[in-house]
């Protein structure tokens, strides 16, 4: 349909025409603007002006619409994509190993190498990327025992998947926490998953599962004069005050509880060092700005720059061993 249609038409004739060249000196090629593809810029003012968008409309367009999707394809690379994060083109998702040191002698003389290393177009969800890396490095002996990852690959399934391959996904959890005091995680549960005692010490007067969904009864008198009723997520019904949860549920309150402690700041500090390797991968090997278009070829080209960072590395840790 988009072929056929206004989209077509867009990106087989007009995209190509846009006067590109008449607005580009007026973007700096050393500093932010030129990570903007201009026929796209371009080609989203025009479409905004012909379907009467406001700029918040216009801006969720490229991402969401699959018309404007197709219309606004790169003319020069068909395989980039748009990521209403990102912008257009690819992505690149890296797993490299750390280490657990403020020493910087010791850090100096330890090889911290990209262990996986995978091009994706980007519009492609994060969230699927960890389970590949981790299969993918462990096939090659290579696999970690504890990821650092940010929120976008936190997910309860990733989180929940990792462990079951032996690996701790140290990441915050996705989606937006819950603004209360006391959270299912200040519940004791059973190993079955019924709550053994609320925050106050109270047993529930009924526990029930159906399905995997969990429903406890506390007593209705005691909760109504709790002075944390307020502040507790049970649910006053006909009969008693209810707690309704499952499984995920139980294990995301927990997470997010974790994640407010100090083990899990110290710990989660290293995760910093992954924007490191990125700026680093950039920087020295140009992968923010390849001169190949397809993503066979960005694939091919990312992939030898990893392993020239992985060459760097090596060469700065022998040299600081030599020294030392
Ligand atoms: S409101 Fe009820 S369930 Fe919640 S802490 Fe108080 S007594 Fe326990």
Partial sequence: MSEESWPGLFNEVILYELPVSEIAPYFNQGFGRPTKELHTVIGVLILQQTHDLTDALTVEQPAFNIQWHYALQNPSDPDAAYSGHKGLGYQVQVMVTYTETSDEQEKAETLNLITYVETEKACQSDAQALIPAIETADERDLGPREVQADSLYGSDVNSETAKDAGVELVAPTM??????????????????????????????????????????????????????????????????????????????????????????????????????????????????????RRLKAVRYCAALKAIGICIFRAAAVRMALNAS
């Avoid at 500090?269 to 990125?278: F, I, K, L, N, V």
């Fill in 175 to 292: 989606g937006a926490r819950q603004n209360m005091e006391i959270t299912l995680a200040d519940f004791e549960f059973s190993d079955d998953g019924h709550v053994v005692s609320c925050p106050k010490g109270n047993k529930p007067d009924i526990s029930n599962e159906k399905d995997g969904r969990f429903s406890q009864g506390f007593d209705p008198v005691t909760c109504a004069g709790c002075p944390c009723i307020n502040e507790c997520p049970v649910k006053a019904g006909k009969k008693y005050y209810y707690l309704r949860y499952d499984n995920k549920d139980v294990r995301i309150a927990k997470r997010r509880k974790y994640e407010q402690s100090d083990e899990f700041k110290v710990r989660y500090r290293w995760r910093a060092g992954a924007e490191a390797t990125m700026s680093e991968f950039d920087r020295r090997t140009g992968v923010k700005h390849l001169r190949v």
